[in-house]
């Protein structure tokens, strides 16, 4: 066993931190499932989890669900209006009022998974089902 005085541990150790937090992150990519050509990016779980809920400022009504995993496709309602939502798999189900940030809109997207062509969905980072009124 090699033994540095402790300043060159130090140093070692610093230069070695970036390489082994590079290393885990990309281990974790390498596990995680593909997206679809044309899919934006999802947050993760860790990462939706950690956007207060005052930061959701979409409110909806869910009128029906649709598990593609690791994704759920809701259809809601929204200011009398009829919109699709992907996001990361959530337990919504029809009648649930939920919260989402803006996201982002695709016009014709094509999911293979479920063999369909969406005129337009919204993929958003977090829903989170709440208990307000619509």
Not at 6 to 21: A, I, T, Y
Not at 49 to 60: C, F, G, I, R
């Amino acid at each position: 066993m090699i033994h540095f005085p402790l300043d060159q541990e130090r140093r070692l150790s610093m230069k070695l931190f970036p390489v082994l937090l590079a290393l885990a992150v990309f281990s974790g990519l390498a596990f995680a499932q593909p997206l679809p050509a044309g899919h934006p990016p999802m947050a993760t779980k860790s990462e939706g989890k950690s956007v207060p809920d005052a930061q959701l400022p979409q409110k909806a009504k869910v009128l029906s669900t649709i598990d593609a995993a690791p994704y759920t496709y809701l259809e809601v309602t929204q200011n009398k209006k009829t919109l699709w939502l992907a996001a990361n798999a959530v337990p919504a189900k029809k009648g649930d009022v939920i919260r989402f940030d803006d996201g982002m809109v695709m016009t014709n997207f094509h999911s293979k998974t479920l063999n369909r062509t969406f005129p337009s969905v919204t993929f958003v980072s977090r829903v989170v089902i709440t208990k307000e009124k619509e």
